[in-house]
T-cell receptor, first 117, second 114 residues
Framework: EAGVAQSPRYKIIEKRQSVAFWCNPI?????LYWYQQILGQGPKLLIQ????????DSQLPKDRFSAERLKGVDSTLKIQPAKLEDSAVYLC???????????????FGQGTRLTVV | AQKVTQAQTEISVVEKEDVTLDCVYE???????LFWYKQPPSGELVFLIR??????QNEISGRYSWNFQKSTSSFNFTITASQVVDSAVYFC???????????FGAGTTVTVRA
C-alpha cells in the first residue's frame, strides 16, 4: 500500500515570497491533516479535512496560510507571504474516516522542510 | 496548557542497553487515546501504538513495551536491547474524545551508539 506522498521535500524561499506544498493521502482515507513541526518541537495541527470539508482550522494563521482539498483527495497548503518564523517541516497525514473512527491512528508523509531566509 | 509532557529531551545509550521514555499527559476527559510515534531521520512519523483510556494492560511488541498507569497519568515506553536502528525522535501524543485532535509532546531524541 502506498503511503502519504508529499512534495517538494525541501524548499528555500525569501521572506515575503509565497510557497505551496502538495499532499496525496493514502487511498481511501477520508481525513487529511496538515501539521507544522518547528525544529525541536512536536507537530502542531494546522488544519484537518474530512473529505473536502474543513473540520478544524483553529490553529491555521489565516492571514497568510490557506489550504484546500477540492476533490476530497489531494490537498495543497499555501503560505503567502512567508515569514522567517514559518521555517519548519510541514507534515501531511491521513487517516480513515474521522466521523466513524475518530481516534484512529494517522499515517504521515515525509514532510516538506521549508526554510525562509 | 501542555497536554503531553516528555521531560527527557535526549537520551544516549550503547547498543543492547534498555531505554525508557517517559510520557505524562493531562486531560479532563474520561475517554481518551494515547499514542507513540517514531520519527527517524527520514522525517515521516511512524505509528507504534494506540491505547485507549479503559485499557490499562501493559503491552509488549517484540523489543518494545508500554506501561500505562492512569493513577500517575503516564504512558511510558521501553525499548529493550536497543539497536542502532532505534535511533530516532519518539513522540507521545494524546487524543481526547472531546475534540479528537492529536496533541504531541515535544519528543525525546534517542541515540543508540554501536
Amino acid at each position: 500500500e502506498a503511503g502519504v506522498a508529499q512534495s517538494p521535500r525541501y524548499k528555500i524561499i525569501e521572506k515575503r515570497q509565497s510557497v505551496a506544498f502538495w499532499c496525496n493521502p493514502i487511498s481511501g482515507h477520508a481525513t487529511l491533516y496538515w501539521y507544522q513541526q518547528i525544529l525541536g518541537q512536536g507537530p502542531k495541527l494546522l488544519i484537518q479535512f474530512q473529505n473536502n470539508g474543513v473540520v478544524d482550522d483553529s490553529q491555521l494563521p489565516k492571514d497568510r496560510f490557506s489550504a484546500e482539498r477540492l476533490k476530497g483527495v489531494d490537498s495543497t497548503l499555501k503560505i503567502q507571504p512567508a515569514k522567517l518564523e514559518d521555517s519548519a517541516v510541514y507534515l501531511c497525514a491521513s487517516s480513515l474516516d474521522y466521523a466513524t473512527e475518530p481516534n484512529t491512528e494517522a499515517f504521515f508523509g515525509q514532510g516538506t522542510r521549508l526554510t525562509v531566509v | 496548557a501542555q497536554k503531553v509532557t516528555q521531560a527527557q529531551t535526549e537520551i544516549s545509550v550503547v547498543e543492547k542497553e534498555d531505554v525508557t521514555l517517559d510520557c505524562v499527559y493531562e486531560t479532563r476527559d474520561t475517554t481518551y487515546y494515547l499514542f507513540w510515534y517514531k520519527q527517524p531521520p527520514s522525517g515521516e512519523l511512524v505509528f507504534l501504538i494506540r491505547r485507549n483510556s479503559f485499557d490499562e494492560q501493559n503491552e509488549i511488541s517484540g523489543r518494545y513495551s508500554w506501561n500505562f498507569q492512569k493513577s500517575t497519568s503516564s504512558f511510558n515506553f521501553t525499548i529493550t536491547a536497543s539497536q542502532v536502528v532505534d535511533s530516532a525522535v519518539y513522540f507521545c501524543a494524546l487524543s481526547e474524545d472531546s475534540d479528537y485532535k492529536l496533541s504531541f509532546g515535544a519528543g525525546t531524541t534517542v541515540t543508540v551508539r554501536a
